[in-house]
């Protein structure tokens, strides 16, 4: 029907958010610039939640675990064969990628509180698994050196800038890809199996295997995260990736607007300037430390309730939806 | 499709939002970077929240109330010290962010006694303190990794390190439990590897050696263990790992009436953290036990009595444990390389201060530092004690018997060490 439109991917506007970006590391200072390689982190890890939650209607509370595995996976080529960066990444996505599609043929059996339990397992148990095997170095971990900026960028390039250079690339590639495949048939095959199976299998789609490619998709997205948070701390290590990252990133895509991309830096921005405000909050206020220290937690789960209870799909969704009212009523006063 | 194109453009002005969070301008460049005609500014991350946190949340606390003292009584030269305190849960991402932001955004001179092995590497790798010519002092991990002044030149340890310990504790088993067949309790990584290069150094012969997985600790594992133990006939057995190892193990042992001679690390030897996860004090009874600080009740310690009476002041109906004396203890030392450090002191003459005075600084260790122009080693040794039945160690009859020993391959003596004398009022002279 719109066929020539759905072919528009939007390269042109990811190109000119690249631009901006990199504009704007220069103007910015030293903290700002590694936290904004902290929240292109957490646009890419996020946007793999939303792909697999929002979309294909699995849950997975075990996302931390599959971002352990792209990290180790990444820390292991770099610091024993010295492969090249590039490399590293991509095999973060492949390492990540084929666990996914392991606990993709488990969760496509699992549905509801199951695959829940299941992920939460794998959350809890993948990343100590590290300290049985001396090649990943334990409670301590190993290093995850990118290297320094190239000379070309010049003296005064900081590491944190590479950092965030990289991250942004990687957030900005993989938001692209994601909104395209999620725009493509098979992301109609997975809303139609959230939507209802049944039916979805009557008018032909596999659900069992597009769930399972799903699991795998997000898997490979949740590794590459998980290299470029090693990354961004320099070092793999189990205590690295706790249960309270997998839930974070819930919290993240909840916030975001689990069945919208385009919300996920909303998500991303609130996990790292949140608790950066309740700092300043805190201060102003003259509170004790224990006060200090629980704030932001107590924000990010204040925001939690009141997201779920008057924008349940999200800021941005709940906008758009508004937006389409006004217009219909509009269009409608037209007539 | 013109929604589609709002929503990638809604997508770019976040991002542009985001980045742009407040430019923060730089503010005038002082002396140096946290100190001002009026203050010094330090900071320090470690686990203020979460299950790690136990005990260990009160180290700022304990080092807030002595730089209070100090600053009451003049400061250093004048200057009074803050700390900026940040929790990291023991995370290395989070340790990474908030070190961040102490050096980024508050700019403090130094950082102070940063917590856990895993955390102060991320750091050490991510933030690189070192680059950036701040000093880290202090860490708070038996790792003796971080003494390597090439790869870590602008950091400072304190307690000895865990090869250190198993040395020692290998010298006092060959001179009093020599036949006596021993069992190791160790965790399974970096930490329990530390421990065994010790044993090995040491010429200990085990009768068993039980390793864990971090995390695996629990009442049904412990059960387990002592299966092992009691099947080697183990008569003295050593539990070498985190408090959580030792109160399973101590707590499941006295359900089932297993009383072998116990000997614990110091890592896993505090009886405040063990009594917090449910255990009582009481298991701990008669165990032998290691710490390079004096006993936490040895009122007649000029530093334990000096300490605890203003930490009582400042911080009232909290227990003065071990984690309290080891924080103030930092603190003091810190104080002293501060003022060491010249009239108007940066990081580069603090840092000289404790590589040509850090060894004399007056501490209340009761075994010597290792500070010098090509060492950045805290102290260097234990005394024995046995723990009395409230699980406060003491010194065994009476008198603190120490040992002093290196990370290498060098001899664990008997230290003759004269601890310097309290200098007056407890402020740095």
Redesign the interface.
């Known amino acids: 029907m719109h066929k020539s439109k759905k072919q528009s991917t939007h390269l042109p506007l990811f190109i000119l958010g690249g631009i901006v970006l990199v504009i704007l590391s220069g103007i910015v200072d030293e903290l700002r610039v590694y936290q904004g390689a902290t929240i292109a982190v957490y646009v890419i890890a996020i946007s793999s939640i939303i792909l697999l939650t929002g979309y294909s209607g699995q849950v997975s509370l075990g996302h931390g675990a599959l971002m352990a595995v792209g990290a180790y996976a990444a820390a292991v080529l770099r610091a024993e064969f010295n492969v090249p960066i590039i490399l590293c990444f991509i095999a973060a996505v492949l390492a990540a990628a084929v666990g996914g599609t392991l606990l993709g043929a488990a969760a496509a059996r699992l549905s509801g509180p199951y695959l829940a339990g299941t992920t939460l397992a794998l959350a809890i148990g993948l990343p100590s698994l590290a300290n049985q095997f001396p090649i990943l170095g334990g409670e301590q971990g190993l290093a995850f050196d990118v290297g320094f900026p190239p000379l070309a960028l010049g003296e005064d390039f900081t590491q944190y800038k590479w950092y965030f250079w990289i991250a942004a690339l990687a957030a900005l590639i993989s938001m692209w890809s994601v909104r395209n495949i999620l725009n493509s048939a098979y992301g109609r095959s997975w809303r139609a199996g959230r939507g209802n199976e049944v039916a979805a299998q009557l008018a032909g789609i596999n659900t069992a295997r597009s769930k399972v490619l799903a699991f795998t998709i997000s898997a490979g997205i949740a590794g590459l995260a998980g290299a470029l948070l090693a990354m961004t701390i320099g070092t793999v290590s189990p205590s690295a990736f706790p249960l309270a990252l997998s839930f974070s990133l819930l919290t993240g895509a909840v916030l975001s607007g689990i069945s919208t991309l385009g919300g996920v830096i909303i998500g991303s921005v609130v996990l790292v300037a949140i608790p950066e405000i309740a700092d300043v909050v805190a201060h102003r206020l003259g509170s004790s430390e224990s006060v200090t220290t629980n704030l932001p937690g107590l924000i990010v789960s204040g925001l939690l309730i009141l997201t779920v209870l008057f924008v349940p799909n999200g800021p941005v969704e709940q906008h758009r939806a508004r937006k389409a009212k006004h217009e219909a009523a509009h269009n409608s006063t037209k007539k | ?1 013109k ?3 709002r ?6 002005t ?3 939002a ?4 407040a ?2 301008a ?1 503010p005038a460049q002082a002396a140096e970077v946290g100190v001002t005609a009026s203050q010094i500014k330090l900071g320090m991350t470690l686990p ?3 299950t790690a946190s136990l005990g260990y949340n009160k180290i ?2 304990a080092a807030k109330a002595y730089f209070d003292y100090l600053n009451a009584n003049g400061g250093i030269n004048g200057r009074k010290i803050t700390l900026v ?3 990291d ?5 989070e340790a ?2 908030k070190t ?2 102490l050096i ?2 508050d700019k403090v001179m130094a950082l102070l006694a940063p917590l ?4 102060v ?2 750091v ?3 933030v ?1 303190p070192a680059r950036r010519g701040v000093p880290v002092l202090f860490v708070n991990t038996g ?1 003796s990794g971080f003494a390597d002044t090439k790869k870590y030149p602008t950091t400072y340890t304190v307690l000895p390190s865990y090869i250190m310990e198993a040395k020692i504790m290998g010298e006092y088993i060959k001179e009093n439990f020599a036949g006596k067949k021993i069992g190791l309790l160790y ?5 329990g ?1 530390d421990a065994l290069a010790g044993f090995k150094t040491a010429g200990v012969n085990f009768a068993v050696k039980v390793p864990y ?4 600790q629990s009442a049904a594992s412990a059960a387990g263990w002592i299966t092992k133990f009691k099947a080697a006939e183990a008569d003295v057995v050593i539990l070498f790992g985190v408090s959580s190892a030792t109160s399973a193990m101590l707590g499941t042992a006295a359900q089932l009436g297993y009383k072998p001679q116990w000997m614990l690390g110091s890592v896993g030897g505090d009886a405040t953290t063990i009594k917090l996860t449910g255990v009582p004090a009481g298991v701990l009874y008669n165990a032998i036990g290691f710490s390079p600080v004096p006993a936490t009740t040895d009122m007649t310690d000029e530093y334990v009595k000096f300490f605890s009476d203003i930490y009582a002041k400042a911080v009232p109906g909290s227990a003065f444990d071990l984690n309290v004396l080891l924080g103030m203890n930092t603190a003091f030392m810190t104080a002293q390389a501060l003022k060491a450090a010249g009239p108007n002191p940066t990081r580069k003459s603090l840092m000289a201060a404790i590589d040509s005075k850090g060894a004399t600084f007056a501490s209340s260790a009761l075994v010597p530092a290792g500070y010098s122009k090509t060492s950045h080693v805290g102290l260097t040794g234990y005394w024995v004690g046995k723990y009395a039945p409230t699980g406060d160690l003491a010194p065994i009859g009476g008198t603190y018997v120490t040992y002093t020993t290196d990370s290498g391959s060098g001899p664990v003596v008997k230290s003759t060490y004269k601890r310097p004398a309290m200098p007056a009022k407890g402020l740095p002279n």
């Open positions: 499709m929604a589609l194109q929503r990638t453009l809604l997508t770019a976040a991002v542009l985001t980045v742009g969070l430019v923060t730089l203020m929240t979460g700022p606390g305190v940040k929790d849960r023991y995370v290395p991402t990474v962010a961040n932001e980024l955004k856990g092995t895993a955390n590497k991320a050490a790798t991510s690189n790792f965790q399974d990584d970096d930490f590897i997985a971090s995390g695996s």
